[in-house]
Antibody, heavy 119, light 111 residues
């Protein structure tokens, strides 16, 4: 069974950079669509982007100037970087994987990690 | 920015039927892309309850069903139970985003 686990800081400063890592167990990271999805407290889900085919990326246009994602196949991990942080970036950040192609549901989720942007 | 709209809340008495609408556009639902439905219980990650082929993963009760027409989709819960109280999201692919789009979310309350 595929399992995902986010790791990274819980508190970051405004104007700083957020770096999160997702460790995948129970399956190879070499295929599939690996996503980052966030949820501000009490609000809805926002797709941030995904990395697929071991390196190709697609980002939400609303974040494209600030976000980057990558895969480390040797560690079975993928990562997120988000720059120029403001309080509106405070959210639970989930790493997730679609069942198959982009037409399939996001069936596998990490437990989520709360990131607070505050000085 | 692509928007897929759901009603903020719906409610019903135990045993009743409730429906949640999911209204998109030609770049997502109307473009023929699959619509999936998720249930999110408080403090947990979302869980798929219906995929785009209207299939329910193992363990999801058959009182959940979905449909799609044009630029909209809907989720129906028949025989509403207290354990169905949760947030529900629809999700599709959006060609203008080149990625996933989630609906705005609906809170289901059992009276």
């Amino acid at each position: 069974q595929v399992q995902l686990q986010e790791s990274g800081p819980g508190l970051v400063k405004p104007s700083g950079t957020l770096s999160l890592t997702c460790t995948v167990s129970g399956g190879s990271i070499s295929n599939f669509y690996w996503s980052w999805i966030r949820q501000p407290p009490g609000k809805g889900l926002e797709w941030m982007g995904y990395v697929y085919n071991a390196g190709s990326t697609s980002y939400n246009p609303s974040l494209e100037s600030r976000v980057s994602m990558s895969v480390d196949t040797s560690k079975n991990q993928f990562s997120l970087k988000l720059t120029s942080l403001t309080s509106t970036d405070t959210a639970i950040y989930y790493c997730a994987r679609a069942t198959g192609t982009f037409m399939t549901p996001v069936a596998y989720w990490g437990q989520g990690t709360l990131v607070t942007v505050s000085s | 920015q692509s928007v897929v709209t759901q009603p903020p809340s719906v409610s019903g008495a135990p045993g009743q039927r409730v429906t949640i609408s999911c209204t998109g556009s030609s770049s997502n639902i109307g473009g023929g892309y699959a619509v999936h439905w998720y249930q999110q219980l408080p403090g947990t990650a979302p869980k798929v309850i219906i995929n785009g082929n209207n299939n329910r993963p193992s363990g999801v009760p058959d009182r959940f069903s979905a449909s799609k027409s044009g630029t909209s989709a809907s989720l129906a819960i028949t025989g509403l139970q207290a354990e169905d109280e949760a947030d529900y999201y629809c999700q599709s692919y959006d060609s203008s985003l080149s990625g996933f789009v989630f609906g705005t979310g609906t809170k289901v309350s059992v009276l």
